[in-house]
């Protein structure tokens, strides 16, 4: 993970502000470089900050090829090439893989063959797996492509003013002239000019190639195939569909977790992994796969974090009891204590340490304008509130359960890589708004929803989650959203993910032993964490995380989530 800047200008070179400069460093802070270059009718400028989490070890950036002088400045993981596992450094291989590309092109054709150029470099891009957003200056041809994959999942804004256009992984304040846009991912960008065109860079987009390859697998066809069947089956522990999401979670998980190269000679912590826990099935599902695929002896670090809201404490009213605090009854705290209790009983073999991280109100006041000013554009409650639960948890400074009494020690994270449970909701009908489809409109309407949410995730969460967990220089991973994950989990029908419309006795067998009845939504992930053991998790009901850690309506009043921050 990086963080990624490119300017043109047709007059003197833009220069990235000291607060950018700063924020680049965040993302990357085992190294920051530049470069600069001259095309026809301006000056290019690129910078690179790296986090270096690729087993081959720090590859500087940005990358410059001596011989066509053309710049990748790379920020995310190619997880595969063509659905083959990368070896070794991928940003080498993507810039290897772009030079290639459009190796053969000549660059004096004809303006029809400039349209190769842009066809060749979407189609290799096409065949990467993984989360990235990208800078590319193919230098023979002129040309700086710039975009996101195909899902949105790391972040990359753009800034057009009279002086020029940037684009950069994270915003800046101070932008005279123009303001910060997030760059869609619905395909990548050409910015283009040479001799035979305006002093004004020309911008195009291209879209993602309509062929049998990832950006295709990624549609929700298969979701709004109906009619379904007259008697929808029984969702219940024997249906294949639900070894079938072990398999399929084991494999995303793998390539995440198992190839995270050591921490910095300088740490004297060794925890590699963490993951954002809220005590919930969607995360809990995650660690406990986690512990049956990587090694005993590694510790896991679970962030749960809990906010004092004084609309709450002033509603709830004073208590003499010295072991409540506003921290402890904290839902997702309540949650994450009862989950990471659970694991502890059924994978007793490995350090489960929970981080208590509690962000008293004095606190949040005073990071609040950096939390507003990285989630820009986004400016609404909603945004603020979710974005500032990812920002706590991410930072990872909290306390841990002392070994030696019952107090706790301070203690932060050392982990560099974070997983999260972004996008089970989307894809097994998490949401409350799932269940008022299905009741209104049965599963069309609820194939509906979730083709809208699922479409949502990259223009509404991820860029802003990856700018405010990406500057603690933490890389977040979502197993949900690998693309071989989704690929099947969208080929599913609708009643293997959900018990919307079975009849109760889908759980039957559950009931014998003497549980409640699991709830509909994520039926089928339920299903798997009960199989796993976790039985109390796989029965908790859905929190929103700005709910669960009380980071929403911080003060009195009918302040709604969609309101614009002021």
């Given at each position: 993970?990086?963080?990624?800047?490119?300017?043109?200008?047709?007059?003197?070179?833009?220069?990235?502000?000291?607060?950018?400069?700063?924020?680049?460093?965040?993302?990357?802070?085992?190294?920051?470089?530049?470069?600069?270059?001259?095309?026809?009718?301006?000056?290019?400028?690129?910078?690179?900050s790296v986090l270096a989490l690729r087993s081959e070890g720090l590859v500087r950036q940005p990358?410059?090829?001596?011989?066509?002088?053309?710049?990748?400045?790379?920020?995310?993981?190619?997880?595969?090439?063509?659905?083959?596992?990368?070896?070794?450094?991928?940003?080498?291989?993507?810039?290897?893989?772009?030079?290639?590309?459009?190796?053969?092109?000549?660059?004096?054709?004809?303006?029809?063959?400039?349209?190769?150029?842009?066809?060749?470099?979407?189609?290799?891009?096409?065949?990467?797996?993984?989360?990235?957003?990208?800078?590319?200056?193919?230098?023979?041809?002129?040309?700086?492509?710039?975009?996101?994959?195909?899902?949105?999942?790391?972040?990359?804004?753009?800034?057009?003013?009279?002086?020029?256009?940037?684009?950069?992984?994270?915003?800046?304040?101070?932008?005279?002239?123009?303001?910060?846009?997030?760059?869609?991912?619905?395909?990548?960008?050409?910015?283009?000019?040479?001799?035979?065109?305006?002093?004004?860079?020309?911008?195009?987009?291209?879209?993602?190639?309509?062929?049998?390859?990832?950006?295709?697998?990624?549609?929700?066809?298969?979701?709004?195939?109906?009619?379904?069947?007259?008697?929808?089956?029984i969702l219940g522990l024997d249906v294949q569909a639900v070894e079938a999401l072990l398999n399929?979670?084991?494999?995303?998980?793998?390539?995440?977790?198992?190839?995270?190269?050591?921490?910095?000679?300088?740490?004297?912590?060794?925890?590699?992994?963490?993951?954002?826990?809220?005590?919930?099935?969607?995360?809990?599902?995650?660690?406990?796969?986690?512990?049956?695929?990587?090694?005993?002896?590694?510790?896991?670090?679970?962030?749960?974090?809990?906010?004092?809201?004084?609309?709450?404490?002033?509603?709830?009213?004073?208590?003499?009891?010295?072991?409540?605090?506003?921290?402890?009854?904290?839902?997702?705290?309540?949650?994450?204590?009862?989950?990471?209790?659970?694991?502890?009983?059924?994978?007793?073999?490995?350090?489960?340490?929970?981080?208590?991280?509690?962000?008293?109100?004095?606190?949040?006041?005073?990071?609040?304008?950096?939390?507003?000013?990285?989630?820009?554009?986004?400016?609404?409650?909603?945004?603020?509130?979710?974005?500032?639960?990812?920002?706590?948890?991410?930072?990872?400074?909290?306390?841990?359960?002392?070994?030696?009494?019952?107090?706790?020690?301070?203690?932060?994270?050392?982990?560099?890589?974070?997983?999260?449970?972004?996008?089970?909701?989307?894809?097994?009908?998490?949401?409350?708004?799932?269940?008022?489809?299905?009741?209104?409109?049965?599963?069309?309407?609820?194939?509906?929803?979730?083709?809208?949410?699922?479409?949502?995730?990259?223009?509404?969460?991820?860029?802003?989650?990856?700018?405010?967990?990406?500057?603690?220089?933490?890389?977040?991973?979502?197993?949900?959203?690998?693309?071989?994950?989704?690929?099947?989990?969208?080929?599913?029908?609708?009643?293997?993910?959900?018990?919307?419309?079975?009849?109760?006795?889908?759980?039957?067998?559950?009931?014998?032993?003497?549980?409640?009845?699991?709830?509909?939504?994520?039926?089928?992930?339920?299903?798997?964490?009960?199989?796993?053991?976790?039985?109390?998790?796989?029965?908790?009901?859905?929190?929103?995380?700005?709910?669960?850690?009380?980071?929403?309506?911080?003060?009195?009043?009918?302040?709604?989530?969609?309101?614009?921050?002021?």
């Amino acid at each position: 993970m990086c963080g990624i800047f490119f300017t043109y200008s047709s007059g003197s070179e833009l220069v990235p502000s000291t607060e950018l400069l700063d924020r680049l460093k965040g993302r990357g802070p085992d190294h920051i470089g530049k470069t600069s270059s001259k095309c026809p009718n301006g000056s290019l400028s690129f910078i690179s900050s790296v986090l270096a989490l690729r087993s081959e070890g720090l590859v500087r950036q940005p990358l410059n090829d001596s011989h066509t002088g053309s710049v990748l400045c790379w920020s995310g993981e190619a997880w595969f090439l063509d659905d083959k596992v990368i070896i070794g450094n991928d940003t080498k291989v993507v810039f290897g893989l772009l030079l290639q590309a459009t190796a053969s092109i000549d660059p004096l054709s004809c303006p029809g063959q400039k349209d190769q150029v842009d066809e060749a470099v979407v189609n290799a891009l096409s065949r990467i797996s993984g989360p990235y957003a990208f800078i590319y200056y193919d230098a023979r041809h002129c040309k700086v492509f710039h975009g996101r994959d195909p899902l949105g999942r790391r972040s990359l804004l753009s800034c057009k003013s009279r002086d020029g256009i940037m684009v950069s992984s994270v915003p800046c304040t101070a932008s005279p002239g123009g303001n910060w846009t997030e760059v869609e991912a619905n395909g990548i960008y050409a910015i283009s000019s040479d001799s035979t065109e305006s002093l004004r860079p020309l911008e195009s987009h291209i879209a993602w190639p309509e062929v049998d390859n990832q950006s295709a697998a990624l549609r929700l066809s298969k979701n709004t195939i109906f009619p379904g069947p007259i008697q929808v089956p029984i969702l219940g522990l024997d249906v294949q569909a639900v070894e079938a999401l072990l398999n399929n979670l084991r494999h995303s998980l793998a390539v995440r977790i198992l190839a995270i190269p050591p921490l910095p000679s300088n740490s004297k912590a060794s925890t590699k992994l963490a993951v954002l826990f809220s005590g919930g099935l969607d995360c809990t599902l995650i660690a406990r796969i986690v512990h049956d695929i990587l090694p005993e002896d590694q510790d896991v670090d679970l962030l749960n974090v809990a906010f004092e809201n004084p609309r709450v404490l002033n509603a709830a009213g004073a208590t003499s009891n010295p072991t409540i605090t506003a921290f402890s009854q904290c839902p997702d705290r309540v949650t994450g204590l009862k989950s990471y209790a659970e694991l502890q009983r059924v994978c007793p073999g490995r350090q489960w340490r929970f981080v208590s991280i509690d962000v008293a109100y004095s606190e949040f006041t005073s990071h609040r304008p950096q939390i507003i000013s990285l989630i820009y554009p986004h400016r609404t409650e909603m945004d603020l509130s979710i974005a500032s639960a990812l920002y706590f948890a991410a930072r990872g400074s909290g306390s841990v359960s002392s070994s030696t009494s019952a107090d706790h020690v301070p203690y932060t994270t050392a982990a560099r890589v974070l997983l999260s449970g972004l996008g089970a909701d989307e894809l097994f009908a998490g949401y409350t708004r799932h269940a008022t489809a299905f009741a209104r409109q049965g599963h069309a309407g609820l194939a509906y929803e979730l083709k809208l949410d699922y479409q949502r995730l990259g223009k509404r969460n991820l860029g802003r989650d990856d700018r405010v967990i990406s500057h603690w220089a933490r890389e977040v991973r979502y197993p949900y959203l690998d693309e071989n994950f989704l690929r099947w989990a969208l080929s599913l029908p609708i009643w293997e993910k959900c018990g919307f419309g079975q009849s109760e006795t889908s759980t039957e067998s559950l009931n014998r032993e003497g549980h409640s009845v699991l709830e509909p939504s994520k039926k089928l992930l339920r299903l798997l964490l009960w199989k796993l053991g976790m039985k109390s998790a796989a029965a908790e009901k859905k929190r929103a995380i700005q709910f669960g850690a009380r980071s929403a309506k911080m003060e009195a009043g009918r302040t709604k989530g969609t309101q614009t921050l002021s």
